[in-house]
């Protein structure tokens, strides 16, 4: 029987109280992060193949929407390198049942307040070696404003690749939860306009978490956060797990849901 416990301890409960995010270097050996590198890369080579070439330019970021796949890929621009994926478990068998982990699903007990916390998204965020661009700052909370309580959804991101500044890490702004939802922008389309206010950015004092392949950060939907561009020779991958309490609908839910708007809505067009 493990009797090992994931759960955050008293330090690390201090720790995301005042700094909003809880970080354990080497949490996953380099086995197991060669699997699941492994499992990633096939699943984006499937989707690389299956391409449809419909894309938009929405906020900062070009996307391909997969109504068929309930899949919203993200391309570096007008490349053919894929930015980023979610969500995915349902594609890849491997993944799903990496985000049952003990070592995501234990500490999401304390981020959620729910003692079986569910899966309600699934991201990969690729930055290639001369491809990986800037992920702008912002909150995860506008993103998920359609949800039932997007407070209570929390992240838990696997680095999959030694992280530095150099190829684009992770950058958390320390404290920032306890703030809220910050100002977002008002000047681009109504997903831009869920980035942070580029005004706020000087008083937005960043930390990049410059950590070994294997670590994980956990996080919930107010830490404010952003990533630059990876201008180095090397890979920086991460997989994102985000989870929230039982019962509610998760992301493909609701991408399902909006995909039948659309359709219904291109239908009355015709009439």
Not at 23 to 39: C, G, Q
Not at 56 to 68: C, K, L, M, R, W
Not at 113 to 122: A, H, K, N
Not at 176 to 182: F, K, T
């Amino acid at each position: 029987m493990n009797t090992v416990s994931y759960r955050l301890d008293a330090r690390e409960r201090r720790q995301l109280e005042t700094d909003g995010y809880v970080l354990r270097e080497r949490a996953f050996a380099p086995d197991e992060v060669a699997r699941i590198v492994e499992e990633c890369e096939s699943l984006v080579s499937d989707v690389a193949r299956q391409r449809r070439g419909k894309r938009a330019t929405i906020g900062s970021y070009v996307f391909e929407q997969d109504p068929h796949a309930t899949l919203m890929v993200k391309w570096e621009g007008e490349t053919d390198v894929i930015h980023g994926l979610e969500p995915f478990a349902h594609l890849s068998p491997p993944l799903a049942a990496v985000a049952l982990d003990p070592r995501f699903m234990e500490p999401m007990i304390d981020f959620v307040g729910d003692p079986e916390p569910m899966l309600f998204t699934e991201k990969l965020n690729l930055k290639r070696p001369g491809y990986g661009g800037i992920d702008p700052l912002h909150q995860d909370f506008p993103y998920w404003s359609n949800t039932a309580d997007a407070s209570r959804i929390g992240t838990a991101m696997v680095f999959l690749d030694d992280s530095d500044m150099e190829n684009g890490t992770l950058e958390v702004v320390p404290g920032s939860h306890q703030q809220g939802q910050w100002r977002t922008r008002s000047d681009r389309d109504p997903f831009g306009n869920l980035e942070i206010d580029p005004a706020l950015e000087t008083t937005a004092a960043t930390r990049p978490l410059e950590v070994p392949a294997g670590s994980v950060v956990y996080f919930g939907a107010f830490l404010v956060h952003r990533s630059a561009p990876n201008r180095s020779r090397r890979e920086r991958r991460a997989l994102l797990y985000s989870y929230q309490p039982a019962g509610s609908p998760d992301m493909r839910d609701l991408l399902r849901a909006a995909f039948r708007r659309r359709e219904a809505k291109r239908d009355q067009s015709k009439h």
